[in-house]
């Protein structure tokens, strides 16, 4: 564990997550998409508005004799209906709609997820190496305070001495890069977070090791039944199948109904029933077309994407493993072995058995196993992530 010099408040990397998922503008802006499609699928399924109509039956163009004619007012109202089933494939593909904007919504949560992880330990990791560097720094500094003793007593050389004040020289620098390079990873995880300015809590979950538990079946079985981008393609083709359920109805008629009031004879109503005539096929037929087209790529897609999916987890589990074994080296073999050598090295210079250049380049592989252990930790932090998210870049 670490936290950030005056901090007061702290951030677990779960709640960096929580924080993102309520604040961060790409989700806002899907869960906008979703309310947008729900309002289309209401759209979709409405009835037609009625129609008011006014009749002027018996324009002047035929007289009588006597250069009269017959003249009358209506005033009804006409409502257009749908042959039976269109308003309810147009509602599937409107509810249908609507699932894939809420899955793409699940999508953006969980890329956004991977996002924050890999920002916030990137954010931990550029800390806790500025840690090492100066660990490594005080050591050099006791190494130095034994020099100049020597260096004085007439038993160094002052070429060691130099050497050592490069050496000291060249770690300032690691430090104040590793500094600005901290700053803007931060800079970094506080836009994710949607944050205004900077956020100067301390970050709390650390970068450790934790075996992945399960196997690669386990996990391509359930990927495969989670996947936000699989389970949009698979709501895509439910779409498209039920837009080609509509285009075949497309062909069969739909109906007017009207209700009108006539002027002279006030005591009667008058009724109307209206049909179309779906005389002409060529725009029917490339509906169809179109739409049997765009079933077919649906199911070529979802078939495709998963079959791609599987190899990015198999590759992505791989590179878990690898990640791992890299862990394992450093911690049961590496640290032990590179902290007992440098404590003997220590003795051994003290009592004039190596050179302090021998010591200096082994001080240099100590502090170097110590930085590198810490990458090895966030790469296998990186991969897991990978792991969760892999195949979900996928965009159509």
Same mark, same amino acid.
């Given at each position: @564990?670490?936290?950030? #010099?005056? #901090?007061?408040?702290?951030?677990?990397?779960?709640?960096?997550?929580?924080?993102?998922?309520?604040?961060?503008?790409?989700?806002l802006l899907a869960q906008k998409e979703l309310a947008a499609a729900m309002g289309k699928r209401l759209q979709m399924t409405a009835v037609a508005d009625p129609m008011l109509v006014f009749r002027d039956e018996g324009l002047a163009l035929n007289k009588a004799k006597d250069g009269s004619f017959d003249k009358e007012y209506s005033l009804g109202l006409e409502q257009n209906l749908e042959f039976p089933g269109k308003r309810a494939l147009r509602g599937e593909i409107g509810r249908t709609g609507e699932d894939l904007a809420a899955l793409a919504l699940d999508k953006a949560r969980l890329l956004l997820g991977a996002r924050v992880k890999k920002a916030y330990y990137q954010t931990v990791l550029s800390r806790r190496t500025l840690e090492s560097l100066d660990q490594a720094s005080s050591l050099l500094d006791r190494? @130095?305070?034994?020099? &100049?003793?020597?260096?004085?007593?007439? *038993?160094?050389?002052?070429? *060691? &001495?130099?050497?050592?004040?490069?050496?000291?020289?060249?770690?300032?620098?690691?430090?104040?890069?590793? $500094?600005?390079? #901290?700053?803007?990873?931060?800079?970094?995880?506080?836009?994710?977070?949607?944050?205004?300015?900077?956020?100067?809590?301390?970050? &709390?979950?650390?970068?450790?090791?934790? +075996?992945?538990?399960?196997?690669?079946? #386990?996990?391509?079985?359930?990927?495969?039944?989670?996947?936000p981008t699989l389970k949009m393609l698979a709501a895509k083709l439910r779409q498209s199948e039920a837009g080609r359920r509509l285009a075949k109805k497309s062909g069969l008629p739909d109906f007017s109904l009207g209700l009108y009031f006539p002027s002279l004879r006030s005591g009667a109503w008058g009724f109307s029933?209206?049909?179309?005539? +779906?005389?002409?096929?060529? $725009?029917?037929?490339?509906? &169809?077309?179109?739409?049997?087209?765009?079933?077919?790529?649906?199911?070529?897609?979802?078939?495709?994407?998963?079959?791609? @999916?599987?190899?990015?987890?198999?590759n992505a589990y791989a590179g878990v493993k690898a990640a791992d074994e890299q862990v394992k080296l450093f911690e049961q073999k590496l640290l032990k072995d590179m902290g007992d050598e440098i404590r003997l090295a220590v003795n051994q210079y003290q009592y004039g058995k190596i050179e302090f250049f021998n010591l200096l380049d082994l001080y240099r592989t100590y502090a170097a196993t110590q930085l590198e252990h810490l990458k090895a930790l966030y790469q296998y932090l990186l991969a897991l992530s990978d792991l969760e998210v892999a195949g979900e870049e996928y965009t159509d």
């Open positions: @564990m670490f936290a950030i #010099a005056g #901090a007061s408040e702290t951030l677990t990397l779960e709640q960096a997550i929580q924080t993102a998922l309520q604040r961060n503008p790409e989700i190494f @130095m305070e034994n020099l &100049v003793i020597k260096y004085q007593a007439g *038993d160094a050389a002052y070429s *060691d &001495v130099l050497r050592a004040k490069v050496e000291k020289a060249r770690l300032q620098n690691q430090i104040i890069e590793e $500094r600005r390079a #901290a700053t803007a990873y931060r800079a970094e995880l506080n836009i994710l977070l949607g944050n205004r300015g900077d956020n100067a809590a301390a970050l &709390v979950t650390d970068i450790a090791f934790v +075996p992945l538990q399960k196997e690669l079946p #386990a996990i391509k079985e359930e990927i495969r039944t989670s996947s029933i209206g049909l179309n005539l +779906p005389l002409w096929r060529t $725009r029917r037929q490339g509906e &169809v077309m179109e739409a049997e087209a765009a079933t077919d790529q649906a199911l070529i897609s979802l078939e495709t994407e998963e079959r791609r @999916m599987m190899i990015r987890i198999e």
